[in-house]
């Protein structure tokens, strides 16, 4: 697909987006929002994911940490919105900083380990420094300023920096540097054997995915109103993977797709039931069973014309075949 | 600080890496020879834990309920281990590590739900029964029998996992199928039934753990996830798929534990992560493993 055409579908799909609220109700506006958010941390996380091929099972903490510099600035500080939201990038950024030096070193099944072991580490540090965070309490009162306090607004706003967002990470997907990824993805010691510093450019990108992350996680406190020392712990951490798998992990918009039908999801079961963990883990066990490749995967090859302008990664995709 | 403090709290960081032991070792045993990184192990721990206490329940007229309940646990957790791995483990062998993770996570997600569903979510608690409620001499140190205990379970279960991988022909099957899964099944051994085995040991071990665990404490929904996180450690610490590693791993870990309790109770787990952090720097693949395979 040319790139005009795919510039017309994000277009068309960006406006769709700006006059949505027109004519949903608030209820799906609330959806709306969190779909952003959390389709802004899922494909923060497929930087990890899809770009570098290491999974992560501790991205939450970042999203946590990008939520708790926000809502304690906000809380403890007083600080506008705008300038938080940067410092929850920075701080998420500088936990990277540390503890991605010590992830990047190792690959695979070691790398899910020890990215999973941090995170829990930061998990258990908001949850235990209560003179700080609030300990289990959670932090309340994270109240957006007043020209966001409606839904509406909040989702305009949230809107207009995910777009902004997605704009920076593809870019960062399409510059050599994000080819430089896929190429250690795909193969770190032939990409080793061209010169590049294979260990520092996953540093790098962990930061970036991680700052992006906390950037998400900065715009979900003041949206929710409260925050939880739950959103950095490993079952939150599950969720973008989730995603990544049923939307497709090597196309840049897939994670949000996946995101799209996880939280519908969610909406709509939690309607009914105050047991959706259990739904959910449901749900995920029979994906994975039966539905290898994600339900993309299945209904791509049906409607692939329909789907086809998911197929942004197109260098990715002919690498699919190959080993992963 | 004085020198009796000293040793009970050494003597309660030992059994405490006993529990951490009897742990990793299912975890790294099943990751060390089928592949699978089992994230829900400590949620089937604390299945076994809530097990016991059903099992204790029923038989609590009789003076020998925790004990049997314990054999009990461990004998039916076993069996819930080989029905796991037939119907969802075997069919991700050959998949992608996320998918592998995934699912295991969704299975946290449905047993976590479960437990609640069926035992509610209020506390529980087994009375220890007289002989191990009594602290005893230790030395002039009053310490808590039931560590003894707990020790003595995790001694005997190192020991008897030496000699079934060491001594046993299963052992030995089991110990080539991780050097060469196509050569073990070209000598006509049916690997799927070994993993199905190993994965059930695995369980029945985690079982027991929780079964020993309940008596302890009361038991309480999401105590796993504080436990899953330190028996990760131990097996990074002790290299994955290394017995020995694992056992020297589970008592550096419940030592940490215990001291930095003294110290900072807050920080124990921190502490925990420290040391992990130091010995990934100092050797990636753990004190006892070889190094990463490609």
Partial sequence: MNNKKKLLWIAAIFAAALILPLIIGEFWVHIAIQILIMGLFATSFNMIFGYMGQLSFGHAAYFGIGAYATGLLIVKASIPLHFSLAASMIVAGLSAVVFGYFCVRLTGIYFAILTLAFGQLIFYIVFQWYSFTGGDDGLQGVVPPDFLFSAYSYYYFTLIIVTAALIVMWMIGESPFGYTMRSIRDNDSRTRFLGINVRAYMHVNFIIASMFAGLAGGLFGPFNRSIAPDLLSWHHSGIPVFMAVIGGSRSFFGPFLGCIIYTFLMAFITGFTQYWPLVIGTIIILVVLFAPGGILGILESRIKALLSWKGIDEIGKKTDDESY | ?294
């Fill in chain 2, 1 to 294: 600080m004085d020198i009796s403090l000293i040793i009970a709290q050494f003597m309660s960081g030992i059994s405490h890496g006993m529990m951490l032991f009897l742990i990793a070792a299912g975890l790294s045993l099943i990751f060390g020879v089928m592949n699978i990184l089992n994230f829900a192990h400590a949620s089937l721990w604390l299945v076994g834990a809530y097990l016991s206490y059903t099992f204790w329940y029923i038989l609590q007229d009789y003076s020998i309920a925790m004990w049997l309940s314990i054999v009990l646990t461990t004998l039916s957790m076993g069996v819930i281990g080989m029905i796991i791995e037939i119907v969802l483990i075997r069919r991700i062998y050959n998949r992608d590590l996320s998918e592998q993770l995934l699912l295991t996570y969704g299975l946290i997600l449905v047993i976590g739900d479960g437990i609640k569903i069926i035992w509610g979510v209020d506390n529980k608690l087994i009375p220890r029964p007289e002989i191990v409620a009594t602290p005893i001499d230790f030395f002039g140190i009053p310490f808590d029998s039931y560590f003894i205990f707990v020790i003595l379970t995790g001694l005997s279960v190192t020991f008897f996992l030496w000699w079934f991988l060491k001594k046993t022909r299963y052992g030995h099957i089991i110990r080539a199928a991780v050097y060469s899964r196509e050569m073990v099944s070209a000598l006509g051994i049916p690997i799927p039934r070994i993993y199905t085995g190993v994965f059930a040991m695995g369980i029945a071990i985690a079982g027991l753990a929780g079964a020993i665990q309940a008596p302890i404490g009361s038991i309480t929904l999401g105590m796993d996830m504080s436990v899953v996180v330190q028996a990760f450690c131990v097996v990074v610490i002790g290299g994955f798929g290394s017995l020995l590693g694992t056992f020297v791993g589970a008592l550096i870990v419940g030592e940490v534990y215990a001291f930095s309790i003294l110290l900072w109770p807050q920080g124990a787990l921190i502490f925990i992560f420290l040391v992990t952090a130091f010995i990934l720097i100092v050797r990636p693949w753990g004190l006892f493993g070889t190094p990463m395979r490609k």
